[in-house]
């Protein structure tokens, strides 16, 4: 067993503590994680594996050490004082209703809700009397809570329910068919369906898409050949028949299908990766038609958003990295006949419709513009927003009256609006009411310069009239992949933190979506390194800005952002106090061989490529930059032992690396949630646990031995 002492740290408004620390102590006895050498050899190269046996998500001996793991984690994570402080704040912060924007399907208009603590949201519904009912509750899925909601999708008639469900976490999904009069189950479960929408075709049956199931390890195995399937109503899932994907022409990691509104036509799209698409359709009112091809490369991102007859409109970022609108005839929709309909601007285009409208949805600086086109492509208006944030929604049927849309901003909970799309007037449709202040804090759009000297935004936010003394806690979170925008949204944890007088700062990292695709790029492959940059000159402003120092600096990401936080602080681990790892891409020279990680060699190319990759991917990977001799921050992992997007085997080898290699006295922990996925469907009893740890580690190993503002005893009001 590896030991280590760890003093319990005063408070920083004493001004010594040596005695105290003489007296306290937090005994940390690593569990003897055993080494079991994998030598593989790319280009030449020796790289040893020690812990390649913890990628066995099946084995008893993985099991026993995820056990022993746990428990010294929460050993360490029970003794720290405040820790149930945290946790019964976020409960009383989380405890107020949610209300989502509403839909309307057949007779009813659904809304989801929450009452406030509960695991999972229930879908209700009304009639125009407006009584309400509950229509599907996902907390009598399972007792413990660990089984999820996934997407829910209606027949035309809106008289039958097709839902999607998640058992632990997993991104393997059962669909089940409910009639929506009687809410009783029309037939059986349709099992082993992964990475799938669910798209009806008139009443009669609809589309869906799924792998064959791996060999080996559900969780882990490799999954490359995704495949449509059409399930009509009444018949076995062993007779749905394969629409797309069959034939080896047709292999592709990711294939997808959707209708179009007026059920004429199927829309299928194929791709290898998380970036770029092939595009197909077919004419469902001719039962002679052929798949029509429409982009045959994946060079672009394009889709079909709506239809009129034969005319198409499609987003694009072809040759135009910020998007922009077409239109073409589906008799010949190949890209020589496209014509411009909404022109790429400078910023980046989103785009929804309904009502007989499109909504035109720009990010500003990563904060939301929406602009109002009639399908003409005239500009109706701009819609003014309640204020500077982040808007969605602006979509529904052709023939709606109304629509919804929500806002939010790092210091504002999500409210709901309904919307008047002839004048563009809108009343509030739904408030929370939340024991939270906005007026309390303040929210600050900055620019700073990157290493080389590109211009990065990030929002600052954080109680008003705290002092810029360098001694603020402060979370600075990152993602920066996969063409996704961090965009300003409420989050009730964060609020915790900033009661506590914490800072939260995000910037937009190289490798989102912010700015197109030109950003995109410039952080992927072999410009991986421009994100991690990035980050660090963030966290390089906040300490020159005194917002901070490396003594109250946490740095937090997950999935790609979980590399990010492994990538930064094993290259610069003298910049912050904590480091906060969550469900991470961590083993760069096998993430490919898991599940659909070889998707994502878009953003990241993976160590077969070639030598130039592979030393590339080798010098930044955070489990193979783990070094002897090192003081690493404070470091808490966390994962789900179910996870079969990043599997948990990343989590564990770096763990395993850094309570190896570790000089000093900061804990290097690792917190699995057991019966648990990547993220999406958590229970609201396991995300509160979470953060009420995380925020505890983090303050403890800041040197808090005392909530630097304890919780109030009630609730206002």
């Not at 602009?371 to 204020?387: A, S, T, W």
């Not at 602006?394 to 023939?399: I, L, M, T, V």
């Not at 994100?531 to 109250?552: G, P, Q, R, W």
């Not at 995380?694 to 031995?705: K, P, W």
Request: hydrophobic fraction near 30%.
């Amino acid at each position: 067993m590896k030991k280590l002492i760890i003093p319990i740290l005063c408070t920083i408004i004493l001004q010594s503590c040596k005695e105290e620390q003489k007296q306290r102590n937090i005994d940390v006895n690593y569990p003897e994680t055993a080494k079991k050498a994998v030598i593989d050899t790319i280009f030449g190269t020796e790289v040893i594996d020690n812990y390649r046996w913890l990628e066995d998500d099946r084995s008893k001996e993985t099991e026993a050490w995820v056990k022993a793991e746990n428990e010294v984690t929460f050993n360490y994570l029970d003794k720290i004082p405040y820790r149930s402080q945290l946790k019964d704040r976020l409960e009383q912060l989380w405890n107020y209703e949610k209300v989502g924007t509403p839909f309307i399907e057949g007779d009813y208009t659904y809304f989801y809700k929450n009452d406030g603590l509960q695991n999972h949201y229930v879908l209700y519904r009304k009639k125009d009397d407006g009584k309400e009912e509950v229509f599907l509750d996902p907390n009598t899925f399972a007792e413990d809570g660990t089984t999820s909601l996934g997407s829910v999708s209606f027949s035309k008639d809106g008289k039958t329910l097709a839902y999607s469900i998640s058992e632990g976490g997993s991104d393997w999904r059962k669909i089940l068919v409910m009639d929506a009069e009687s809410k009783t189950i029309k037939e059986d479960t349709l099992v082993d369906v992964k990475f799938s929408g669910i798209s009806w075709y008139k009443n009669e049956g609809f589309y869906y898409s799924s792998y064959d199931k791996p060999k080996g390890s559900e969780l882990s195995a490799k999954t490359d050949q995704h495949k449509l399937y059409y399930h009509k109503l009444g018949t076995s899932q062993k007779n749905d028949p394969v629409i797309f994907g069959e034939k080896a022409s047709e292999k592709h990691r990711y294939v997808g299908g959707y209708l179009t509104e007026d059920d004429k036509y199927l829309v299928i799209t194929a791709s290898t990766s998380t970036s770029g698409n092939k595009l197909f359709i077919k004419n469902l009112s001719d039962n002679n038609s052929k798949l029509i091809t429409v982009i045959n490369n994946f060079d672009s991102d394009t889709y079909i958003v709506e239809s009129r007859g034969s005319k198409l409109y499609l987003t694009t970022n072809l040759n135009t990295p910020n998007r922009k609108v077409i239109t073409v005839d589906a008799a010949n929709p190949t890209q020589e006949n496209w014509k411009d309909f909404i022109p790429e601007t400078e910023n980046v285009l989103s785009l929804n419709s309904g009502a007989g409208y499109f909504f035109a949805k720009y990010m500003v600086d990563a904060v939301s513009k929406v602009l109002q086109y009639d399908f003409e492509g005239n500009l109706i208006r701009e819609v003014k927003l309640p204020g500077v944030g982040s808007a969605g929604g602006f979509s529904g049927k052709a023939k709606a009256k109304e629509l919804y849309f929500s806002f939010t901003n790092y210091n504002t909970p999500t409210s709901s609006y309904k919307f008047n799309p002839k004048d563009g007037t809108y009343t509030s449709y739904w408030k929370p009411a939340i024991d939270f202040n906005s007026d309390d804090y303040e929210s600050k759009q900055v620019f700073y310069a990157s290493k080389d000297g590109t211009k990065v935004p990030m929002i600052i936010t954080h109680k008003k009239g705290i002092k810029l003394n360098g001694k603020n806690p402060t979370i600075l979170y990152g993602y920066g992949g996969f063409n996704i925008s961090l965009t300003p949204s409420f989050s009730i944890t964060n609020s915790v933190w900033m009661e506590q007088g914490g800072v939260y700062a995000v910037p937009n990292l190289r490798g989102g979506g912010e700015y197109g695709k030109k950003w995109h790029v410039a952080g992927t492959k072999m410009k991986k390194q421009n994100v991690f940059d990035d980050f660090i000159a963030a966290a390089e402003y906040l300490i020159k800005e005194n917002y901070t120092s490396s003594d109250y600096l946490a740095i937090r990401g997950g999935s790609n952002g979980g590399l990010l936080v492994g990538a930064t602080m094993t290259q610069r681990p003298d910049l912050m106090k904590v480091a906060l790892p969550a469900v991470g891409v961590l083993d760069m020279l096998r993430y490919h061989t898991f599940t659909a990680g070889a998707g994502w060699a878009y953003d990241y190319g993976t160590a077969d490529d070639n030598k130039e990759m592979f030393d590339y991917l080798k010098g930044y990977s955070p489990v193979h930059n783990v070094k002897e001799g090192v003081s690493y921050p404070a470091t808490m992992v966390t994962t789900g032992d179910h996870d079969d997007r990043v599997v948990p085997a990343h989590s564990f080898k770096f763990a395993a690396e850094l309570q190896d290699k570790q000089t000093g006295n900061n804990p290097t922990l690792i917190r699995i949630e057991t019966n648990a996925g990547h993220g999406a469907g958590t229970p609201v009893t396991k995300t509160i646990e979470q953060y009420a740890d995380i925020f505890g580690f983090t303050l403890f190993n800041m040197g808090f031995d005392r909530l630097p503002n304890p919780p109030k005893s009630k609730i206002k009001g």
